[in-house]
Nanobody
Framework: QVQPVESGGGSVQAGASLRLSCAASGATTLTSSMGWFRQAPGKEREGVAGINSIGETQYASSVNGRFTISRDNAKNTLYLQMNSLRPEDTGMYFC?????????????????????WGAGSQVTVSS
């Protein structure tokens, strides 16, 4: 069983930065694919950033150049550095992981490819 736990969310003003963390059990960040997804009330869940077991990454076009996904294998922790935050970045951010199946970089932003999900961390960006 893999249980991701997110932290680092909060309320900030536009232009600020936040760093989300996702602690996962075992060696998930070393051997598995992981991703960040977000969802606003009444909206569909969307992929934000993902990284697979060989280090390939994928970003949503709306965050490319502003967000960076990374991992610390020693701490089994996934990170999402979010810079130049905008009000449209507001939402609940979820960390997801897939341990047993290969995820191509082309599929890293697809929620259906992930088996384990955290409870989420709220990010609110005001103008």
């Amino acid at each position: 069983q893999v249980q991701p736990v997110e932290s680092g969310g909060g309320s900030v003003q536009a232009g600020a930065s936040l760093r989300l963390s996702c602690a996962a059990s075992g060696a998930t960040t070393l051997t598995s694919s992981m991703g960040w997804f977000r969802q606003a009330p009444g909206k569909e869940r969307e992929g934000v950033a993902g990284i697979n077991s060989i280090g390939e990454t994928q970003y949503a076009s709306s965050v490319n150049g502003r967000f960076t996904i990374s991992r610390d294998n020693a701490k089994n922790t996934l990170y999402l550095q979010m810079n130049s935050l905008r009000p449209e970045d507001t939402g609940m951010y979820f960390c997801a992981a897939e341990r047993d199946s290969w995820v191509s970089w082309l599929r890293l932003l697809q929620p259906s490819k992930y088996s384990y999900w955290g409870a989420g961390s709220q990010v609110t960006v005001s103008s």
